[in-house]
Nanobody, 111 residues
Framework: QVQLVESGGGLVQPGESLKLSCAAS????????VGWYRQAAGSERELVAS???????DYADSVKGRFSVSKDRHKNVVYLQMNSLQPEDTAIYYC?????WGQGTQVTVSS
């Protein structure tokens, strides 16, 4: 059974960084495309970043240059490094792969 578990969220001030992790069981993340999505209160879920099995990455315009998605070469984990966080980045962040969603992790950016 495929299961995805996100972690690493929290409360940070504007300009700070967080690194989210998406750990998987029942699926090899390195062999699949993984997407990071976020959903702010009152908004639709949006794709933030993705990484293919071959390592190609793509980002939403709103996070280009600030966020970076990567796969761990030794663990079955995908990361989302988020730098220069802003209040508009506040949302629940989810990973998605193999038609499965994780439970999400809350990121709050506030002074």
């Amino acid at each position: 059974q495929v299961q995805l578990v996100e972690s690493g969220g929290g409360l940070v001030q504007p300009g700070e960084s967080l690194k989210l992790s998406c750990a998987a069981s029942g699926i090899t993340l390195r062999a699949n495309t993984v997407g990071w999505y976020r959903q702010a209160a009152g908004s639709e879920r949006e794709l933030v970043a993705s990484i293919t099995a071959g390592g190609a990455t793509d980002y939403a315009d709103s996070v280009k240059g600030r966020f970076s998605v990567s796969k761990d070469r030794h663990k079955n984990v995908v990361y989302l490094q988020m730098n220069s966080l802003q209040p508009e980045d506040t949302a629940i962040y989810y990973c998605f792969s193999f038609r499965k969603w994780g439970q999400g992790t809350q990121v709050t950016v506030s002074s």
